[in-house]
């Protein structure tokens, strides 16, 4: 049985692509060998045979001259089927990406335009790097044929007015707010892999949901009092110039900020409310620490009447048994930032608190891959019909 979808000029189904150049007399197709069924506790990245001619699938990188732009470059230098044929950059627009981060200067591409330059007739999907505000009205403008991933905040958060609320500025596009998909990879798979514009989860939501969505599920832990203690490289603020930035601000100490009123808690609570099919409010507390990358969560929970440490662990493994990227760590085993450094995995744990009745989970990730462009590809893998994995394998780099 067959089903299919089109995007653009691009149409898939389970047994092969056919792409139709507009330019061209000749349509070029893709065959799949079998189809690339994915169940959301279940990956058959090794049973999935793809053929495909390499770099066929075009990709626009908006923002590529930030921090999460540059991880999708590196990146796509080892992604078989994605060749990038557009990035753009307002501030950089003429320069190459070699001029602008030397360790990309063996990447053959092109120059670095301004957004309102840029020809989307010879591009398939698009990975949106830019800031918060400015999204909207692009995404808005991008041709509808478009697979969209979206690396902002502006449309993670479904309720508008939580948007203007947290964000300071009216909702741009509520048409297109409604269309988008919340990306958290291993807990929205099957939503995902039909949408055309995805929300890229923030790096905190996604430490924090997703070792907590699983037991809130299930109902092991409490979704009251939960409090949490998050931690980030200074990659997570970003490549602009700010003084709280600099390096006699954040060397040798920890920054705590955005007390009680950082953007991602609504982020966070919306994951959580829905897992539990109820209202549930946090205590977030985030710290930039002398790292250029990496994230760690300390999260302090109650157990629920009859619940156990151990059945949180259990859960969590038999949760994430099948899952590539995310690693439930041996009993009492303690993860760490440089486990994971420049890999997509979220490596997680659960541990007895000395107070009864409640446990603290560890959850690290890297902040700029798991946490922004590595889960990033991995949606538009899932998207585009091929292997949750491709171009994902990298081990963590240590020391």
């Not at 505000?133 to 479904?158: C, H, M, N, Y």
């Not at 995805?198 to 699983?214: D, F, K």
């Not at 997509?344 to 990730?365: E, H, K, Q, W």
Request: with cysteine; glycine share 8%; proline share 5%.
């Amino acid at each position: 049985m067959s089903s299919a979808v089109a995007y653009g000029s691009v149409y898939v189904n389970q047994r092969c692509f056919r792409e139709d150049r507009a330019k061209s007399s000749k349509a070029r197709k893709v065959c799949v060998c079998k189809s690339v069924a994915f169940t959301p506790q279940s990956l058959q990245f090794e049973k999935t045979k793809v053929q495909m001619p390499e770099k066929s699938v075009r990709i626009g990188v908006l923002g590529a001259s930030g921090y999460t732009g540059s991880e999708i470059v590196r990146l796509l230098a080892n992604h078989p089927y994605f060749g990038i044929t557009v990035m753009t950059a307002d501030r950089k627009a003429g320069q190459s990406i070699g001029s602008v981060f030397p360790h990309l200067a063996t990447q053959h591409l092109p120059n670095m335009i301004a957004v309102n330059d840029a020809d989307f007739s010879n591009v398939d999907a698009v990975f949106c790097c830019l800031p918060h505000g400015t999204t909207q009205e692009i995404i808005k403008a991008l041709p509808k044929g478009l697979k969209i991933v979206d690396l902002s905040a502006d449309f993670r958060l479904r309720d508008i007015d939580d948007y203007e609320k947290w964000y300071g500025q009216p909702h741009r596009a509520p048409e297109l707010q409604r269309e988008a998909v919340y990306g958290l990879t291993e807990i929205y798979r099957t939503d995902i892999k039909d949408a055309r514009l995805v929300a890229n989860p923030g790096c905190y939501p996604t430490s924090i949901q997703l070792p907590l969505v699983p037991l809130i599920k299930a109902n092991l832990i409490r979704s009251e009092n939960i409090i949490i203690d998050a931690k980030s490289g200074v990659s997570g603020a970003g490549r602009g110039a700010k003084e709280a930035n600099l390096y006699t601000e954040i060397a040798e100490g920890i920054h705590s900020y955005g007390i009680t009123g950082h953007r991602h808690v609504p982020e966070i609570e919306q994951g959580l409310a829905e897992a539990a099919n109820s209202k549930v409010t946090v205590s977030f507390t985030p710290h930039l620490m002398p790292m250029s990358r990496g994230m760690q969560s300390s999260i302090y929970v109650e157990l629920a009447q009859g619940a156990s440490v151990e059945d949180l662990r259990q859960h969590l493994k038999v949760f994430y048994e099948n899952e590539e990227f995310v690693v439930l760590g041996k009993e009492k085993e303690v993860p760490h930032t440089r486990h994971v450094r420049g890999s997509n995995y979220c490596i997680m744990n659960v541990f007895p608190d000395r107070i009864t009745g409640r446990a603290i989970i560890l959850s690290v990730i890297d902040n700029l891959v798991k946490g922004a462009s590595g889960q990033a590809l991995q949606n538009l893998n899932l998207m585009m019909g091929i292997p949750e994995n491709t171009g994902l394998t990298y081990l963590p780099l240590f020391p």
